[in-house]
């Protein structure tokens, strides 16, 4: 099992950048399709964009394209967020997610093998 930590949340002013961080040990993290979700107050988790193992190719939810980008570096076990142009809808915890030798377009909630342990984005307007 892989351990993630997640870092780089905060309060922002709309329009402003944050990039998060999260930082994986334990098994291989190059066998892990990985990727992010978010929780906003009172509604369910949602997907916001992953990665494949190499870092080849990624996907995006509709809401972030344009504003979100996903990278990893194999050689530093981590993944990261840049997220731009943030809007207070963007508000939420955001959580670092692993699925061990995962199908990208199949990325979901109950195919995640480990979880972090969330850090808050929080976006003033």
């Known amino acids: 099992q892989v351990q993630l930590v997640e870092s780089g949340g905060g309060l922002v002013q709309a329009g402003g950048s944050l990039r998060l961080s999260c930082a994986a040990s334990?098994?291989?993290?190059?066998?892990?399709?990985m990727g992010w979700f978010r929780q906003a107050p009172g509604k369910e988790r949602e997907f916001v964009a992953a990665?494949?193992?190499?870092?080849?190719?990624?996907i995006y939810a509709e809401s972030v394209k344009g504003r979100f980008t996903i990278s990893r570096d194999n050689a530093k076990n981590t993944v990261w967020l840049q997220i731009s142009n943030l809007k207070p809808d963007d508000t939420a915890v955001y959580y670092c997610?692993?699925?061990?030798?995962?199908?990208?377009?199949?990325?979901?909630?109950?195919?995640?093998?480990?979880w972090g342990q969330g850090t808050q984005v929080t976006v003033s307007s």
């Open positions: 997610a692993a699925d061990f030798l995962g199908v990208l377009a199949r990325f979901r909630p109950e195919s995640i093998d480990a």
């Open positions: 990665i494949t193992t190499s870092g080849a190719s990624t």
């Open positions: 334990g098994r291989t993290f190059s066998n892990y399709v």
